[in-house]
């Protein structure tokens, strides 16, 4: 319940923002455009209900952040983690200026706010003023697109639609900005200011006293609150020191923590590499340990624990690490090894989570390659590959799709990673298609080279698999493992038995949409499956003519 009441004040703050910096942005067509658009961009939130929604949710989002600030064992966190605290702290202090200035004008004078006012405050009046202003803005908007991304970037939809969100999210404040600094050109151009009449200079002085002492109290409210916060936690673990538990890692490592603290924090308070993709928010299950000693004195697991772990089939001796907090000594094995982090070449990144995913995956082989390289140099064979692989790669990429490895003269190429599955089948097919064509041009090229034309077998199917970062070092690319691969792998196979240019399953065919009825059907046994899966057989010549199928996708796909 507090995590959802996090997320719904910080979703109703940035709301707040976007209205506020789209109403700036309208000055760029001119400042009475803006005034008139505060009718509906920002006057709402003046309104009774808009004023207890508005400053609940900030109070509320930023009394859960001190609280989660307390209740921490320890302050070793991730740089991001730490960075998004740090900004959330900082943006009251920030923008209390700016909003007791109007709250305060309008109290003494009578009258709302209007750009005139702001703008020439912050512009004319007093310049530091304004760009501390600027770096609110810029503050407040990393915060919010930080929370944002994190809280959507496992959502099936988000990798598509990310490229234009990070559009908007770079757009929407540069307009803003744009139209602050266009309007106070508009306001220094004027001779005198059009306060109303009775906003006397008295008046205005009056406006910048009562806002100077506002805000010193301000100031004050909001240190001594952070620092009782920081107080309070230290006298917490203080008395907590007096009571500590060992957690025991099956390495060897001892790390004692305070009585409540959780084995997550105990990891990092050890410096033990240990793996939280979601910040130990229990969203994900890369931090999930196997307790092999003092499981009978661990409290059970609450409702966020036991959904993720049901989510992954875990054993009853598999806990998440980030909840979790033992009462007694503890002993567990991380069952995700994360010492990757530490040999990460300088630049590198660290593993993305791993997540199931519909996709299309092709293999391709050429044909009784032993035989052809026997009897030629070395160079001879490596110039022969890497003309192969360009093709195949360029294929691929041309296609849409992404090329995964190449393993001898073989090579996988993924699809679908950023599209749907109908759209990778259609590329997956469009990709075998070009293959095909370019390897025959190449064969014609090097016929005096070559005993025969270069052939190539190809498989081809669709289905969820687990995509993620896997590998070790600064070989760590996005791959895909599961069933869907071994069956495409084994259609390739299949290609080679039936000398056939490509084994397509039942499951690519019907997504393409493409008709394939005039090829053969035929049934193929997989290992570990009871049922053949049904498939069609495209011979070596189905691209004679141009009139097959998949030399329309390909031609369209180009």
């Known amino acids: 319940m507090l995590r959802t009441a996090r997320l719904v004040s910080g979703l109703i703050l940035m709301v707040f923002v976007i209205m506020h910096v789209g109403n700036l942005a309208l000055n760029l067509i001119s400042i009475e ?17 808009g004023v207890v929604v508005l400053y609940g949710a900030a109070t509320v989002h930023v009394g859960l952040t001190l609280r989660a600030l307390f209740l921490r064992r320890t302050l070793r966190m991730p740089v991001k983690e730490a960075a998004q605290i740090l900004l959330g702290l900082l943006i009251p202090v920030l923008v209390a200026e700016h909003a007791l200035g109007t709250r305060v004008y309008e109290a003494v004078t009578g009258h709302s706010p209007d750009y005139e006012f702001v703008v020439r405050s912050l512009w004319v009046d007093s310049p ?31 990798p598509a639609a990310a490229p234009l969100l990070l559009i908007a999210a770079v757009l929407l404040p540069v307009l803003g900005l744009l139209g602050f600094a266009d309007a106070g ?22 406006v910048i006293a009562t806002k100077t002492t506002f805000l010193n109290l301000t100031y004050a409210v909001a240190f001594c609150t952070v620092g009782a916060t920081l107080v309070l936690r230290a006298v917490r673990q203080l008395q907590a020191r007096r009571n500590l538990i060992a957690v025991r890692y099956e390495s060897g490592q001892v790390v004692r923590v305070p009585r409540g603290s959780t084995v ?67 002993t567990v094995l991380p069952l995700l090894a994360a010492s990757i982090e530490r040999v990460l070449p300088g630049g590198g990144r660290q593993p ?153 399953s039942d499951a690519v065919v019907a997504l393409s949409g493409l008709d394939l009825s005039d090829y053969e059907a035929r049934e193929i046994d ?33």
């Open 264 to 330: 997550l924090e105990a990891s990092r308070v050890g410096g033990i590499p240990h793996y939280s993709v979601c910040g130990g928010k229990g969203r994900c299950s890369t931090c999930r340990v196997r307790v092999t000693g003092g499981a009978a004195d661990l409290p059970a697991p609450g409702p966020l624990e036991r959904i993720t772990l049901s989510r992954i089939h875990a054993g009853p001796d598999v806990r998440l690490a980030c909840q979790i907090r033992p009462t007694h000594d503890v």
């Open 185 to 206: 050109k508009a306001i220094v151009a004027m001779a005198q200011p059009t306060f109303p009449a009775d906003v006397t200079p008295q008046r205005i002085a009056q």
């Open 352 to 504: 993305a989570p791993g997540r199931e995913q519909e996709i299309a995956v092709l293999f391709c082989d050429i044909r009784s390659f032993t035989a052809l390289a026997d009897h030629r140099l070395p160079y001879d064979i490596v110039f022969l590959l890497n003309r192969y692989f360009a093709i195949v790669g360029k294929a691929v990429e041309q296609s849409g799709g992404r090329l995964d490895k190449f393993i001898g003269d073989g090579a996988m190429a993924l699809f679908g990673l950023e599209s749907s599955t109908a759209e990778a089948c259609r590329q997956a097919l469009a990709a075998s298609a070009a293959i095909l064509a370019d390897l025959d041009r190449l064969s014609e090229e090097l016929a005096a080279e070559i005993p025969a034309p270069l052939k190539v077998a190809i498989g081809i199917h669709a289905g969820p698999a687990i995509v993620g970062a896997m590998g070790y070092g600064g070989v760590m690319n996005v791959t895909a493992i599961g069933d869907t691969v071994n069956v495409a792998s084994r259609l390739e196979s299949a290609a080679k038995e039936f000398n056939a240019a490509i084994v397509v």
């Open 128 to 158: 530091v003023t304004g760009f501390k202003q600027v770096v609110a803005l810029l503050v407040i908007w990393a915060h919010g697109c930080l929370g944002l991304h994190f809280w959507l970037r496992y959502r099936p939809w988000y």
């Open 33 to 49: 455009t803006a005034d008139s658009a505060i009718v509906w961009l920002t006057a709402p939130w003046l309104t009774l209900p």
């Open 526 to 558: 997989i290992r570990g499956s009871t049922r053949p899966l049904h498939v069609r057989v495209v011979p070596q010549d189905a691209l004679l003519g141009g009139g097959f199928p998949l030399a329309r996708v390909a031609q369209s796909a180009a």
